[in-house]
């Protein structure tokens, strides 16, 4: 039977004291959120190890799937890395890459991110302590994922459209894109290129179309349909029945959604 222990505090010498009694020759941390330590970290023989969601040292942080789709990256992966007491500085003993698909969400990359770390995992224990060394990190090249703030999820029509399909889909399931219509917000879900082009008197925000495939809105540049929507208190729905219940027809116009 394994035990089970679940700290409320890092510094009090609490876990410290039920690590060494475990004679650990590894630890493995998965998603946990929170620097460790350097009493923790020296308690294994060989150290602790994180599995870490990008391929380091691209987004090094708390948000590094969700800033990855943001970002309109078109690959990500695993790193298996030997911790220190530097946020995801350490060094990585294996990498695995894998697409990010156009039409992904951070929530849909997260469950397929879980399984391909687990696997690497795996195939890295295998080995231990055997393995390969592990290889410094090019500190030059570091990016920086920080966690998800709410407000981040308010939507800027003045970008470009592909910087807006990619900010629903990085959005997606927390804290969900957003933009403000005749007072109340409205949430965002599967934002794709429209096939419609944007007229020289259509602004930013503007509502040029309301077909099946959803409400279409000129960006900065460019138009994107968006497929289902959310009012505050009601169902997420088709973007089609949303506009019809809402008055969302062409010609209206999406505020900056910045109300609370």
Not at 79 to 94: A, K, N
Not at 241 to 255: I, K, M, N
Request: hydrophobic share 45%; glycine share 10%.
């Amino acid at each position: 039977m394994l035990p089970i222990v679940q700290p409320t505090k890092l510094r009090d010498g609490t876990l410290v004291s039920v690590l060494t009694e475990q004679l650990l020759d590894v630890i493995v941390v998965v998603a946990y959120g929170r620097i460790l330590p350097a009493d923790v970290l020296a308690i294994p023989r060989h150290g602790c190890i994180n599995v870490h969601a990008s391929l380091l040292p691209l987004w090094r942080g708390a948000a590094p799937i969700q800033r990855a789709v943001l970002a309109g990256d078109r690959d990500t992966g695993i790193s298996i890395m030997q911790m220190e007491q530097g946020l995801d500085t350490g060094p990585v003993f294996i990498k695995t890459s894998t697409p990010i698909e156009a039409s992904e969400t951070a929530g849909g990359l997260a469950t397929s991110l879980a399984a391909l770390g687990a696997a690497t995992l795996a195939r890295w224990l295998d080995e231990f302590p055997n393995v390969a060394p592990a290889i410094p990190q090019d500190h030059h090249l570091a990016t920086y994922a920080p966690r998800l703030e709410k407000h981040e999820g308010r939507t800027d029509w003045s970008n470009a459209a592909p910087t807006i399909v990619d900010h629903v889909r990085g959005m997606d399931p927390w804290p969900v894109a957003y933009t403000g219509f005749r007072g109340i917000r409205v949430r965002m879900f599967h934002a794709q290129h429209s096939g419609l082009a944007r007229s020289d008197a259509s602004k930013p925000g503007d509502i040029v179309h309301v077909d099946a495939l959803g409400v279409h809105v000129a960006c900065g540049e460019g138009v994107v349909v968006i497929a289902e929507m959310q009012g505050e208190g009601s169902k997420r729905m088709a973007a089609r029945a949303f506009a019809s219940g809402h008055g969302l027809t062409p010609g209206a116009r999406f505020d900056d959604g910045s109300q609370s």
